[in-house]
């Protein structure tokens, strides 16, 4: 079981930044695929980015050039740098890991709001 623990949510305006972080409990090395997922009131949650052990890296369209995933395994840790944030980058934002052996078992943070005002 693999516990995942995001930080860095808040309140910001439209044109700020934010550096969201991902704890996870366990050497992410061994970890295939984490990534940013996000829920807006009354839509589907979404994913943001991912990031592979490989880091090969892919985003959703409508952040692409303004956030940036990344990976620290010494720390266990995976980051997700927010630029030029607009209002409707407002979100819960969940941290996500996929284990593919020996079977996929798919892990969840607990989420952090941010909020982004116009």
């Known amino acids: 079981q693999v516990q995942l623990m995001e930080s860095g949510g808040g309140l910001v305006q439209a044109g700020g930044s934010l550096r969201l972080s991902c704890a996870a409990s366990?050497?992410?090395?061994?970890?295939?695929?984490m990534g940013w997922y996000r829920q807006a009131p009354g839509k589907q949650r979404e994913l943001v980015a991912g990031?592979?052990?490989?880091?090969?890296?892919n985003y959703a369209d409508s952040v692409k050039g303004r956030f940036t995933i990344s990976r620290d395994n010494a720390k266990n840790t995976v980051y997700l740098q927010m630029n030029s944030l607009k209002p409707e980058d407002t979100a819960v934002y969940y941290c996500?890991?996929?284990?593919?052996?020996?079977?996929?078992?798919?892990?969840w943070g607990q989420g952090t709001q941010v909020t982004v005002s116009s």
């Open positions: 366990e050497n992410i090395f061994r970890i295939n695929v």
């Open positions: 996500n890991a996929k284990r593919l052996t020996p079977s996929l078992n798919i892990y």
């Open positions: 990031i592979t052990s490989g880091g090969f890296t």
